[in-house]
């Protein structure tokens, strides 16, 4: 018996939480967290795809698996769901977990368009479900920090951010890639699918990785600044087999007047194989400076701060920030989610206001993230009263 069979055994009167879908994030992300947080059991997963069940349940001693949510619905007793399927299937998941009256933590982006996102915060309304949206970086405990930093104003007024989240995935249809990539598929592996390749290849996602990822930097950006207020886009299409834009520039004027720039491309050559995820943010007494890994390196992003007085020493202050996985994103923000279903103590912090992501904030950034497109197909600024129409 090995531990994880160990401790699911122990966890007979923990939560029973069932997973909806079992791809990458399930098992880097949700799978982790529920865990190492000790007070659920995966108990039943489901996904349509038998390699990806079978292969989470032999991850993490899962015994019950079924190949739709539906029949997992019926036939389990389940205390919470985690919705962690492709994009296109949450709304439908969720109106029918909501039906059957169960908590659910949905994954981001929350729908693919703002009228399934209405739909689903309705369907959560009206049968009295709990539904929280996993726009898990607002958990990361550096961007929690950065969040009381602003709070305090450490750096004073902010008024410019520069976000780059770059990466370089190679076209998998041609040259040497193509052909490496068909003899590691011949041994049976498909690093492709593995990481997600439907936000390129697959036009029922037609905003790619600038939807599947853009939208947790500007929930982030509601979450550190308030509403936004504008939004313009540029983007382009530099492999031309691709279904959607592999690059993205958005500029994000907010309601206290901070200037957010995102910038997501899948096209940047750069020494780092994970690519880089950085930022800054300029006040007029200081600059935030932080730097963000994969979610599959189960690593606490770092912070570091400039001010006047570092002038003189020519460098950034770090942070203290704690250490190791469990104070990253998804744990945290599992145990946010199970906080609130056993009522018990939430986590400290040094601000007001909501923290986890909300259905509506779910919608928010759906919508931004749809305006953006428009502006860049249309060449026109969006504003906030255009997408509250």
Known sequence: MNKNEIFQMMQKDALQIGLIGCGQISRVGHGPAIVADGRARIAAVCDPNAENRDRFAR???????????????????????????LPWHHAGQVRDVAAAGIPMLCEKPMATSV???????HAAGANGVYLQICHNKRFEFGFQRIKEMLAAKTIG???HVSIDWNVYVPNYDEGIVKTGLQAINKLGFHPEKTYGD???KDARFDGGIFFDDGGHYIDLARFFFGEIESVSCATRRCMANRSSDDFVTATLTMSDKTVVVLTRSLVALGPKIYGI????IY????????NAFAPHRQKAIKVDIFKIPNLLLRSYVPAVLPYGRRKTGYFRQMRYFIDHLTGARPLER????????TPEDGAAAVAWTSAAFKSAREGIKIFRKDIEA
């Not at 993490?60 to 389990?76: G, W």
């Not at 389940?78 to 962690?84: E, G, P, Q, Y």
């Not at 995820?277 to 800054?280: R, S």
Request: aromatic letters at 12%; one cysteine or more.
């Open 59 to 85: 991850m993490f001693s899962v015994s019950r698996t079924y190949p739709d949510h539906l029949s997992m619905l019926a036939r389990e007793k389940l205390d919470a769901v985690i919705v962690a399927s």
């Open 115 to 121: 009228q399934d996102c209405k739909s689903m915060i």
């Open 157 to 159: 007024a902010s008024y």
């Open 198 to 200: 439907w936000r390129i």
């Open 277 to 280: 995820e950085c930022g800054h």
């Open 283 to 290: 006040g007029d007494k200081g600059t935030l400076r932080f």
């Open 350 to 357: 040094k601000f007001d206001g909501p923290w986890a992501a």
